[in-house]
Each structure stands twice: as structure tokens, then as C-alpha cells.
């Protein structure tokens, strides 16, 4: 515990963690140190992605032992598939979200002010548009070993561009709200209601049941809060208590008397919440979710729970932008010329919090407008960067579009030059690594603060740097955890 500092920048987090370590509770810190070293091999890229069974073939990253794999496959082309093989998942998440609904499957483009700059884009990448074929051409070049490292890289760029394309909400009706109201932080825990806790994405007829039933049951009735999670929930968003590193770490705390568990939800949540004797519905229907429920109101107030009591003025509250044409008519009123986006998932090799609050500071304090999404937004707002008492708080962004809302906003506003660049302080999913790159790919200045799989091929990095300049944007990113004074330069040295 003496490194508690290096796990979360919050003190009533590191309390959590201490309590947990008291009471034999392992936390997803526990399996993170548990698990170092991790596959080196596959950190630097030199683990063969393909669909072969006559491997696994790896190559030695310091020229000592095998430089190709069975087929004569080379570092090279390894690192290139490798990062197509992450973008193809990436696109096939986009997907899952539901995305193809309400898309005709000939074509995929974002819309005005952007198509033309996708368009043009495309048609460098060696083709004149975007379209589902992305998905069974990059299948294919995955087969087997056959194409050039070039080609490869080409495909992942068209594939991080057809990403942006699929996660592009349509534009809203006239007379839509323009932003959400949300409240995060600890402070949530302190009311005497029972609390549903919400992770992944439940369908919102299970949560309407749960808290019906719940408002029946209970007579304070029943409160849903998202533990990590952006759950949009009648026109609105759940509160959020804590950021996806800090699910765990709640549910430790007593203060969760049910779990709704929807698909993405990590499977440490649902492990620790039957190891707590928390009552979990996950996969159960309605009807059996009524049914725990009231369960759950037989069995109120047996046993003992820790004694956490945070702060219940530990919230904050702000506007989460969810229109393009908000957000501009929103920065246009401000006097920064400079932007930069900051945002992404929490990663473990960082201390929480650390990266997002002190960068967004700086920034701020350099007159940079700043704007957020994902965990890195809640971390800013619990530090009270994105309050309406700051002069010019940090703008807070629709997680699902996240840094394309603002880039949208700007080219609308003919401000994309002031964009300074966009900064993923994590990767939690595939997902989140094609929309960095289809940023690039749109002549983008991109950084990611964690380590990518490219290090085991410089032709292949320097390929992909080609590429990427071509198109006029960039992908920074480092062979170490990266430091809060490294993204702070990456953005002042534009």
C-alpha cells in the first residue's frame, strides 16, 4: 500500500483500496501487478495475427532469435497486420453499437462539414469511397501472409476512417436538446436510497422495470447509478459515480445494494458482486429481475457493511455536449483561439486521474479551450474543470462521438486549424485505437498516452508515419507510459 499514489490521484479512492486491502477484497490492481510482465512479444507487435494454426510464430524483438515465422512471414508485415487486425475489430465494435441500423451499406461517409475532407481522404487511400466491403477486404488480406506491409497499413487507414463514418450519430430533429445534464462523483453514495449500481449497456426497459419495482418495494424508493459507464436512460444520463477504474472499487464499498449488469460489462464486476453477496441481474429477463428485487427487499439490512461515508457535497454537476452546432456556437462565444481534446479510457500503467486533471489544468491555464470524453471527462470533472463557475470550464463530450463531435464543431465553424491536436490519455477497447487513427487518417494531430504494438518494426512505424503525413495528420505514441508533462509538450509544441 505504500504505492498507493501510483494507483489513483483520489483520496477517497485510495481510501476504498485500503479498506478492500484490509479485507482480502482483490481488486483489478491485484491482477494487474499479478500479470507484469506481460507479453512482450505482443506489446511490441511481433506476434503473428494471422489466421494460421501452424504457429504461433513470434519474432525476437532484439535480433537474437527467430526473425520470421513459419511462412517467412517478416517483422514488418507482422507489425502491419497486427495493426490491421486491431483496426478490423475496432470497426467490427463500431457495428455492435448498433451503428448499421440506420446506414445504407453501399457507402459510409460523415456528413457536412467533414465529407469532403472523408471523401478526399478515401480517395488518397486508393479508393473513392468507404464501404461494409472494408470489413470482407481486410478479412481476407488476413488470411494469409500475401500482401505488403504498405497495403496493410492502407487498409487499417481506411478502416479507422470508415469507424468515424459508423460512429457519426445521425443529425439531430430541430427542437433536440443540444446537452444533457450529468452528475458524477462520489457524493452519490452518500444518499439513503437504495442504489442500483448500472454497468456495461442494459436495455433501458430492464432498467425501467428495475426501478418501478424498486420504487414499489423500497420506501425511499431506488436510485440507478452508472459505475463507470455513460448510460443514457430517458432522454437523459445516469449519474455516474466513479470512472471505469473505479467500478471495482465501489462495489467494495457497501454502498451498492443491487447490480445491473448489462453486455460489456467487465467479468470482475460480476465475480466480486457474488463474492460481496451483492444480488446481480445480468442475463435474467424482466419478470426474474422483479423477482430479485424483491428478494432483495427481504434480505435489506442483514449483515454488517463497511463504514464508507463520503462527502455528500462530492458532486459535480455540468452539461454534457451532444450537438456539433452547440458545442461551436458554444466556443464561438469564447476567446481562445487554441483547442485541444483530451479524453479516453483509464489505464492501469497510470496513476487515475493523473493524466486528464493536470494536463487540462495546464492547458486551461495556458487560455487552450478543452474539451473531454470518457473517463478521462469524469476524472476533469470531479477536479471541477468542467463546473460553470470556472471562466472557461472544460467542455464535456457525447462519449459515443467523443472527439469527432468537436472536430465537426470546428471544421463548421472554420476553426480547424485551432485544433491543437487530440490526445487518448487510454485504449480500453479496439474500437477506441481505429477512431485514433481515423482522426490521423483525416490530417489530424493524434497522440496516445499508452504503448501501441508498433514498436517491433521501425519500417513499419515510419511507414504508417509516411502515410499518415500524406494525408497531413499524425499518430504520436510512445514505447513507455507516457508522463503528464510529455502530453503537455506533445500539445505546446504545435
Avoid at 446481480?280 to 429481475?289: C, F, M, R, V
Avoid at 485541444?340 to 489505464?347: R, S
Wanted: aromatic share 6%.
Amino acid at each position: 500500500m505504500e504505492t498507493i499514489h501510483l494507483k489513483t490521484v483520489d483520496p477517497l479512492s485510495q481510501d476504498l483500496l485500503k479498506s478492500a486491502f484490509q479485507r482480502g477484497i482483490k481488486l483489478n490492481w491485484d491482477r494487474y501487478e499479478k500479470l507484469q510482465p506481460q507479453d512482450g512479444f505482443l506489446r511490441v507487435g511481433l506476434s503473428c495475427p494471422y489466421g494460421c494454426l501452424q504457429g504461433p510464430c513470434r519474432i525476437d524483438p532484439l535480433g537474437r532469435g527467430p526473425d520470421r515465422g513459419l511462412c517467412g512471414l517478416d517483422r514488418d508485415r507482422m507489425v502491419a497486420a497486427l495493426l490491421l487486425r486491431l483496426t478490423l475489430n475496432g470497426v467490427l465494435e463500431a457495428m455492435d453499437d448498433g451503428a448499421m441500423g440506420s446506414r445504407k451499406t453501399a457507402g459510409i461517409s460523415l456528413s457536412s462539414p467533414l465529407d469532403k475532407i472523408f471523401s478526399k481522404a478515401a480517395k488518397n487511400l486508393g479508393g473513392e469511397k468507404v464501404s461494409i466491403e472494408e470489413v470482407s477486404r481486410s478479412a481476407f488480406y488476413l488470411s494469409r501472409p500475401m500482401e505488403s506491409p504498405e497495403v496493410l497499413i492502407l487498409q487499417a487507414m481506411r478502416l479507422g476512417a470508415m469507424a468515424l463514418g459508423l460512429l457519426e450519430k445521425p443529425k439531430s430533429p430541430k427542437g433536440s436538446p443540444g446537452s444533457l445534464s450529468f452528475k458524477v462523483g462520489y457524493g452519490l453514495l452518500a444518499q439513503k436510497k437504495f442504489l442500483i449500481g448500472v454497468c456495461g449497456r442494459p436495455l433501458a426497459k430492464l432498467l425501467e422495470t428495475v426501478q418501478k419495482e424498486a420504487s414499489r418495494s423500497f420506501q425511499d424508493g431506488g436510485d440507478l447509478v452508472s459505475l463507470g459507464d455513460w448510460i443514457a436512460f430517458k432522454d437523459s444520463l445516469l449519474p455516474c459515480v466513479c470512472s471505469s477504474g473505479e467500478a471495482e472499487l465501489v462495489l467494495s464499498s457497501g454502498k451498492i445494494d443491487l447490480l445491473i449488469a448489462g453486455p460489456g460489462t467487465d467479468p470482475s464486476m460480476i465475480e466480486l458482486s457474488r463474492s460481496l453477496n451483492i444480488p446481480l441481474i445480468s442475463t435474467q429477463g424482466p419478470k426474474e429481475a422483479v423477482d430479485i428485487v424483491r428478494r432483495t427487499r427481504e434480505k435489506a439490512g442483514a449483515g454488517s457493511k463497511p463504514s464508507f461515508a463520503p462527502d455528500p457535497h462530492l458532486i459535480e454537476e455540468t452539461e454534457v455536449i451532444v450537438s456539433a452546432d452547440q458545442l461551436g456556437a458554444t466556443w464561438k462565444k469564447e476567446a481562445s483561439g487554441k483547442v485541444a481534446l483530451l479524453g479516453g479510457a483509464d489505464h492501469l500503467q497510470q496513476s487515475l486521474g493523473w493524466i486528464p486533471g493536470e494536463v487540462a489544468f495546464s492547458l486551461r491555464g495556458k487560455k487552450y479551450g478543452v474539451a473531454g470524453w470518457g473517463d478521462a471527462a469524469l476524472w476533469m470533472m470531479k477536479r471541477g474543470l468542467a463546473s460553470s463557475k470556472q471562466t472557461s470550464p472544460v467542455r464535456i463530450l457525447d462519449d459515443r462521438e467523443g472527439p469527432l463531435l468537436a472536430v465537426k464543431a470546428l471544421a463548421g465553424s472554420g476553426r480547424l486549424k485551432d485544433l491543437k491536436g487530440v490526445c487518448f490519455t487510454g485504449l480500453k477497447s479496439c474500437r477506441d485505437l481505429a477512431v485514433a487513427l481515423g482522426l490521423a487518417t483525416l490530417g489530424i494531430r493524434v497522440c496516445v498516452a499508452v504503448s501501441l504494438p508498433l514498436w517491433g518494426s521501425e519500417g513499419g512505424r515510419k511507414l504508417l508515419e509516411e502515410k499518415l503525413g500524406a494525408q497531413g495528420g499524425s499518430l504520436t505514441h510512445f514505447d513507455h507510459p507516457a508522463q503528464a508533462e510529455e502530453i503537455l509538450d506533445w500539445f505546446l509544441k504545435n
